[in-house]
């Protein structure tokens, strides 16, 4: 009797611990949806989370507000394709595929390349359901480089970026459809606004997810990108009238159009306010239909823009601070037309109210979806995942550096090591060009080159700028003239 005790104690022990072991046990979390939004040529001052004082951004605000700003992280570059590619492909500029903006006949640009893995590839390998509604500018229709070859399964918008100059165009595209907007026919008419438009087909794709299969997101809107126009809706009309304002003249709508131009306009520093607005608005629309389809939790989404200001169309960026106090704007290599605005939400994971000192880039982008999504990266890349700061954990990694390059203008480099940023100008062919060094902990407005003090220092980021570029036939360095 005193042995079948025993043998019901034990059980009865074993049955508990092994209760309490199941209930302690953190259940495998589900892989999360990533929405990427990424803004067109918008500044780091822009935001009002990056104290942005002439321009409403609430809904950006809010995203910033609910989850984690990250103050030190960089674009691919200072100019679309290549920053773009460097996005997908997890490679700096001096290895990515796409170099610069290279136009293709009749409409696009130069196709990245089949050999090239893309995030969007790798994610879609993985089980999601992926797409891609705004600008790509990484290969035509029916190219290699065409989205849905890329890892897309939907695509709606501009595929060629040249195009995307225009807010009223004769057409977009819809995968490999042509979608002409008679409204808009031989630039006569200025009836529908391509962003609205895509903004529509982007909510569409969110209303048909059920939870049921993780998906990717990629939000690449033209927003505030040159040409300066808006509907004249509320969004302008509380901006009108409240700046001082100087005409711009450019190439107007009509049978004589060019699809590349940028349009007059009477109101710039009110147009150019209004644009930020209304980006600011799709942000809030997105974040409310993930709250309407009941997936706002497992959801991570990541506002950011793909480079500096710009300057052409009538904007003016001194007037808004756009670059936020940082020197330069987009083409410049220096913080102000490279360092991004860049906030992170997660409900749940990431922290509200958090700030990161990361830093980090957008070849940083590839490794941490895929850590998320449970697949491997390539492993030619160089980014690393910074999954660790979005939680908030102290394992987070470290670069040893980061380099940028830009293909016009003779050619340009820089490298942030720590708090050591080196820039050097006429940099193609000449890989013994003066190196500008600066100490962003100290001058985080790069104002003083301090190179004479500190040559050793500015001699060895010189010399990571010469092992990081790695020459490319298709994209000579230095060669390009832009066309974005």
Request: net charge neutral.
């Amino acid at each position: 009797m005193k042995n079948v005790i025993a043998l019901i104690c034990c059980l009865i022990v074993h049955l508990t611990g092994a209760e309490l072991n199941a209930q302690t046990q953190t259940p495998k979390a589900a892989r999360p949806n990533i929405i990427f939004i990424l803004a067109d040529d918008l500044g780091y001052g822009d935001v009002g989370f990056n104290g942005q004082k002439l321009i409403k951004t609430p809904n950006i605000d809010r995203l910033a507000r609910e989850g984690m700003i990250f103050n030190q992280f960089y674009a691919g570059t200072s100019v679309c394709a290549p920053s773009r590619s460097s996005l997908l492909t997890g490679q700096h500029t001096g290895h990515t595929y796409i170099r610069g903006n290279k136009s293709v006949s009749p409409e696009g640009q130069q196709p990245i390349a089949d050999s090239v893995l893309t995030v969007a590839e790798i994610l879609q390998k993985a089980g999601y359901v992926t797409g891609a509604f705004g600008k790509w500018g990484l290969g035509p229709v029916g190219s290699e480089g065409d989205p849905n070859k890329q890892g897309f399964n939907q695509f709606y918008g501009y595929n060629c970026q040249s195009l995307a100059h225009r807010y009223y165009p004769n057409h977009l595209w819809e995968n490999d459809k042509k979608i002409v907007l008679e409204a808009n026919k031989n630039l006569l008419y200025n009836k529908e606004y391509a962003p609205d438009l895509i903004q529509k087909k982007a909510l569409s794709f969110m209303d048909s997810r059920d939870g049921k299969q993780p998906f990717f997101l990629f939000l690449p809107y033209i927003l505030p990108h040159a040409e300066l126009l808006v509907p004249d809706d509320s969004i302008f009309q509380s901006y009108k009238g409240k700046f001082e304002e100087k005409f711009h003249r450019g190439a107007d709508y009509g049978s004589n159009a060019k699809s590349g131009g940028y349009a007059s306009q009477e109101y710039p520093r009110a147009t150019f306010a209004a644009m930020v607005s209304r980006l600011d608005m799709y942000v809030g629309q997105v974040l409310d239909k993930l709250k309407e389809k009941g997936l706002d939790k497992n959801t991570l989404v990541i506002f950011t823009s793909d480079n500096g200001p710009h300057v052409e169309g009538g904007a003016d960026p001194k007037f808004f601070n756009s670059s936020g106090g940082f020197r330069g704007v987009k083409r410049d290599l220096y913080e102000g037309g490279v360092r991004e605005p860049f906030a992170a939400r997660w409900p749940g994971v990431i922290k509200p109210n958090s700030k990161s000192d990361y830093i980090g880039a957008f070849w940083d982008i590839l490794p941490t979806f895929t850590e998320l999504a449970n697949a491997q990266p390539p492993s030619n890349i160089d980014g690393i995942s910074f999954t660790d700061a979005l939680k908030g954990k102290p394992t987070q990694k470290k670069h040893d550096y980061l380099y940028w390059e830009f293909h016009e203008q003779g050619g340009r480099q820089a490298v942030r090591q720590g708090n050591w940023k080196a820039v050097r100008l006429k940099a193609a062919g000449n890989p013994d060009a003066l190196v500008e060094l600066y100490d962003l902990s100290k001058d985080p407005g790069e104002t003083t080159n301090i190179t004479p003090q500190f040559p050793e220092k500015a001699k060895e980021l010189g010399q990571i700028m010469n092992r990081a570029h790695v020459s490319s036939t298709l994209f000579p360095f230095g060669s390009l003239v832009t066309n974005e």
